[in-house]
């Protein structure tokens, strides 16, 4: 007899019964199909029956019996709040559908997510799930293969939070209700004229866009003192109904932090915004948005906390300076002697910014990495530097991307008279009057060499005029780098008429050790002149 062994759909034979079979097997083939309709139909929401099975959590766990259907009403162990971290697979099918709710409300079911060795829930953005009402509602796919059961579906109402959820979210250290709340099916923007958008929610309660880090609280009083970033959004909605008080956090909050409040009430209820220590920074108004940023790190009182737009420029005082991620991101000095500025490091991230201006026209400042390594020096002029990495501690970890003024050196000096020189070994041009010296990085007084102070690649030239220095005789004009030449020309022409030439070299300094001079000697003659206004002149054009 061509009779199958059934136990799902797909173990049915479309061959099945065959002319041979007798008619009294018929009964044995109907049953195979009712088994396989019946295990199909467990997969199917809404298909076998329309009321949902009452399944009792036990140990964190469910194991629906065979041939139930695919609608599950959770009931607590206790008949109370309970956990499900499983649901097991051992008479579901492959690729089925659960559908499965809360029995009862007032109290609340919480479906884990990723807890167990097999069977468990997988939920979109891994966050576990609570119901709460009985018209909340989570679909999973049956994945027997992987031992998985994945959220494919949940009601708007349990809309993923805007912000990930926080270890304790209703218990914080210092009291008050939970920070974390969802919304669903409305756009969300700032109130107030001239509005913009924060995030947006589909008809359905899912999340289209969101633009800030943002909570929406509960109507409540808001202790967030217990908190510790990065527990805390950014931006923070509220519609109270009475006064309300926000406590600020104090943990791990960096110079700089900011937080914009928005108070949604329409009836003039206000928002009084209380440091950690709990005395007041300000109230926000119904209908009214503020800003509070930390003046230090983790701030206690209201005087470690301002309001408004904080500044994008800041006024160092005339003294050595050590940043942190959270000073402005334009800093002005007037230094009167060589002042020291020290680069961030805590809280940095990569492709972080920070404008360092020198207003002083004579004065130098020092930027260090915080390793105490000099990156460079100015005057009268400005460099925008770039955290190449998070957290830099030296100089490689950041880059000159803008320089203007001494902070992008360039120089040029000529001889005032005529140099004669007497000897064919190499002679040092002596360059004596600067035309331009923005960074006063050359010497014109005593070595007539240039030591630039900002690191990079130069442009430098040596434009050579001489005579006498004989029929057949050659001369030669070199770029010296640290005592050692790095370059040589020979100059046009073996006559004892005048002769002349020009070059350019670019070459990469250092910053800080390497220097450059102008040297000429000749073959034959130790008699010659180099004559007045011969040149040596250079240019910063980039880091590297």
């Known amino acids: 007899m061509a009779l199958e062994s059934v136990t799902n759909v797909n173990d049915l034979v479309k061959a099945n019964p065959t002319l041979s079979d007798k008619r009294h097997q018929g009964d044995d083939h109907i049953r195979n199909i009712k088994k396989a309709l019946l295990a199909g139909l467990n997969g199917v929401p809404g298909l076998a029956t329309a009321l949902p099975t009452s399944s009792t959590i036990s140990s964190g766990n469910i194991t629906p019996s065979a041939d139930t259907n695919s609608f599950l009403s959770l009931v607590g162990e206790a008949g109370a709040v309970d956990i499900l971290d499983t649901i097991t697979h051992t008479n579901l099918y492959n690729g089925g559908l659960l559908l499965v709710k809360s029995s009862t409300s007032g109290y609340n079911i919480t479906l884990n997510h990723g807890v167990g060795s097999g069977d468990e829930l997988i939920h979109q953005g891994a966050h576990d ?4 009402n009985t018209d909340q509602y989570v679909l999973y796919y049956v994945d027997k293969t992987n031992s998985k059961n994945y959220e494919i579906f949940r009601s708007p109402s349990l809309m993923l939070p805007l912000k990930e959820t926080p270890t304790s979210p209703t218990t914080p250290a210092s009291g008050g209700a939970t920070l974390y709340a969802y919304d669903t099916g409305k756009e969300i923007t700032e109130s107030g004229t001239g509005s913009t958008e924060i995030g947006l929610l589909d008809d359905q309660g899912f999340l289209l866009r969101l633009t800030q880090s943002t909570t929406i609280l509960t109507d409540a009083a808001h202790d967030m003192s217990g908190y510790s970033l990065p527990e805390v959004s950014a931006t923070l909605l509220i519609t109270p109904t009475a006064a309300r008080i926000i406590t600020l956090p104090t943990t791990k909050v960096p110079k700089g932090w900011e937080l914009k409040i928005h108070n949604l009430a329409s009836d003039g209820s206000h928002l009084t915004i209380n440091a950690s220590g709990g005395t007041e920074i300000g109230i926000v108004l119904g209908t009214q948005s503020e800003t509070f940023y930390a003046l230090q790190n983790t701030p206690t009182t209201n005087a470690h906390w301002g309001t408004g737009k904080r ?70 002029g400005f460099v925008t530097l770039m955290a190449k990495q998070a957290t830099p501690t030296g100089v490689a970890h950041w880059k000159i991307v803008e320089s203007i003024g001494g902070a992008k050196p360039h120089f040029a000096a000529n001889l005032n008279a005529n140099q004669a020189i007497g000897s064919t070994s190499p002679t040092k041009i002596q360059c004596d009057t600067e035309e331009v010296d923005n960074n006063a990085n050359y010497d014109s007084s005593v070595n007539y060499r240039f030591t630039p102070t900002v690191p990079g690649v130069y442009d430098l030239q040596i434009a050579v005029l001489t005579t006498g220095v004989g029929s057949g005789g050659d001369a030669f004009v070199h770029l010296y780098k640290n005592g050692a030449s790095v370059k040589s020309i020979l100059l046009s022409g073996r006559a004892s008429s005048s002769q002349g030439s020009t070059f350019p070299l670019k070459d990469l300094a250092n910053g800080s050790t390497d220097y450059y001079e102008a040297f000429i000697d000749t073959s034959i003659d130790n008699s010659y002149t180099v004559y007045a206004k011969t040149s040596f002149s250079g240019v910063w054009l980039s880091e590297d």
């Not at 799930?129 to 709460?132: A, P, Q, V």
């Not at 006024?315 to 050595?320: E, G, K, M």
């Not at 002083?360 to 005057?379: E, G, P, R, V």
């Open 129 to 132: 799930i609570i119901l709460t």
């Open 311 to 380: 500044a994008e420029s800041e006024a160092l005082s005339d003294a050595a300076k050590t940043l942190v991620a959270g000073d402005a991101k334009i800093l002005t000095m007037t230094p009167s002697v060589t002042r020291i500025v020290t680069l961030p490091t805590t809280n940095v991230p990569l492709g972080y910014r920070v404008t360092i201006w020198n207003l002083a026209s004579d004065k130098l400042i020092t930027i260090n990495s915080s390793d105490a390594t000099a990156k460079m020096s100015f005057q009268d």
